[in-house]
């Protein structure tokens, strides 16, 4: 019996080793991919997922390569906790563009959708991107980018909008998350517009033809500092991912972080937020 009592002992040490025993994850959970693996494309795809059923969400940054705002902020959501639900994050979708700061370097890729798999370049990404779409059933496909000037006050700029193909008598989930959004900014030039403004070949228009989901671009405006750009798409982002019933399972980022020149009503709503 001892000798048996020290193989199940054993047995049980070489399980735990092998995290077999391990508690659930509270937490979030993160695995990381990579598309385009072994090519000049390769880019890093994340997957959090809460201990809860939830929605599931896909954030892309990168799309253009000058768009720093974009995948900076994407990057910011690959630490945080979900309560439940599924995130699914390219930070940087065209590294090379990224990587010499172009908008891109053979074809733009936010023209580049469907794409294909025996395509070069952008089209194998742009095919690879939408393929996971599939894969994790994301119900709602967030493009983070950065444009020029601010809509509301010049409508030929694209800056500060939520941009989709999609007319509000047959969806309104973008005007409902841009007045939230808006009420947390205190100076009204700032606020964000819905633009109706399909673009062929981008990741929206070919996810919502493909999988009858939303799918939207998000736009910062050029104008702001990188920090005020990067916390207004957080914001949107933030609006999009509550109004589709996405919760995180701690505090988003401390105040302390919140630039200073952010909107006071924004700050205080962030601050109100850190207490949940
Ligand atoms: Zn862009």
Redesign the pocket.
């Known amino acids: 019996m001892e000798g048996l009592s020290r193989r199940v002992l054993a047995t049980a040490l070489v399980l735990l080793s092998c995290g077999l025993f391990a508690a659930p994850l509270r937490a979030t959970d993160v695995e990381k991919h990579v598309l385009c693996a072994g090519t000049p494309w390769a880019t890093e795809l994340y997957v959090l997922r809460g201990p809860a059923p939830g929605p599931s969400v896909m954030v892309i940054g990168g799309?253009?390569g000058t768009?720093d705002s974009?995948w900076l902020t994407a990057e910011q959501f690959l630490s945080k906790k979900l309560a439940n639900g599924t995130l699914v994050v390219v930070p940087r979708a065209n590294r090379p563009a990224i990587k010499r700061h172009v908008r891109y370097t053979t074809h733009d890729l936010?023209h580049s959708f469907p794409g294909s798999p025996k395509g070069g370049g952008e089209s194998r990404l742009a095919y690879e991107i939408m393929q996971a779409v599939g894969t994790y059933h994301c119900q709602l496909v967030l493009g983070l980018?950065?444009?020029h000037g601010v809509h509301s006050r010049d409508s030929r700029r694209v800056g500060q909008t939520l941009i989709t193909g999609i007319p509000r008598a047959k969806d309104d989930f973008p005007w409902r998350v841009v007045d939230k959004v808006n009420a947390h900014i205190s100076n009204r030039a700032d606020h964000f517009t819905v633009d109706i403004y399909p673009v062929d070949g981008s990741s929206s228009e070919e996810s919502v033809r493909k999988y009858h989901n939303r799918a939207f671009a998000l736009e910062s405006s050029d104008t702001y500092p990188l920090a005020k750009r990067i916390e207004y798409l957080r914001l949107l982002v933030d609006g999009c991912l509550s109004e589709v019933g996405m919760r995180y399972a701690t505090a988003p980022a401390p105040t302390a972080s919140v630039p200073p020149h952010l909107p006071m009503r924004a700050r205080a709503s962030l601050k109100a937020r850190s207490r949940d």
């Open positions: 799309l253009h768009e974009g936010n980018h950065q444009g």
